[in-house]
């Protein structure tokens, strides 16, 4: 799996950063949280030029995420994910709501139930460009791979600052999937 970088690496616009603290100190549950930032982030979705070139190639040994923006209060951070063709996370659910954003390319991703000792996936979505989704626990267990010919990005907005818990991920799921 990937390391997060515990420092900033990229740019969030500021824009951006402040529509997303505006929606989290609006407060409410995670799921309501989670919508609401969606929401703010589909109005002023960014392209993927918020890393360098070189940052955005990607590595041909496992997917990079790239910390953009942590959040002074500890209430949420910002990731660029980079995957390259073929490469997918692992299955994994997150510690907190989660925000995704496809900025570049296209992510298959499945989503799973956890039913007696077993994975069951309970949807597929291929993300395009501009698709954007937010979701929290429980119920947010999934799997993110890159189904195209291209590079894939997407932006994680998570509701914690990644510096401090070091990863969005709460576990990883080795199950078996029916």
């Known amino acids: 799996m990937s390391q997060l970088a515990t420092e900033v690496v990229g740019t969030c616009p500021a824009s951006l950063a402040a529509a997303i603290r505006r929606e989290v100190w609006t407060g409410g549950s995670w799921e309501d949280t989670a919508h609401r930032v969606a929401a703010a982030l589909r109005r002023r979705l960014p392209g993927p030029d918020l890393l360098t070139p070189e940052q955005l190639s990607g590595d041909p ?10 959040e002074e209060d500890g209430s949420f951070s910002v990731v660029v994910m980079v995957l390259r063709p073929g490469q997918a996370t692992p299955i994994h659910d ?3 709501w989660c925000v995704t954003a496809v900025l570049q390319g296209a992510e298959y991703e499945e989503i799973f139930a956890l039913r007696g ?3 069951e996936v309970v949807a597929r979505n291929q ?5 954007v989704g937010g979701f929290a626990p429980p119920g947010d267990i999934h799997q993110v791979r890159n189904s195209g010919a291209g590079i894939a990005v997407s932006m994680n907005v998570y509701g914690t600052d990644i510096t401090r818990v070091g990863s969005s991920v709460r576990r990883v799921y080795d199950l078996p999937v029916r």
């Open 61 to 70: 040994a496992g997917y990079q995420t790239h910390l953009v923006h942590a």
């Open 94 to 96: 997150h510690l907190t």
């Open 117 to 119: 000792g077993r994975l």
């Open 127 to 131: 993300n395009q460009v501009g698709t």
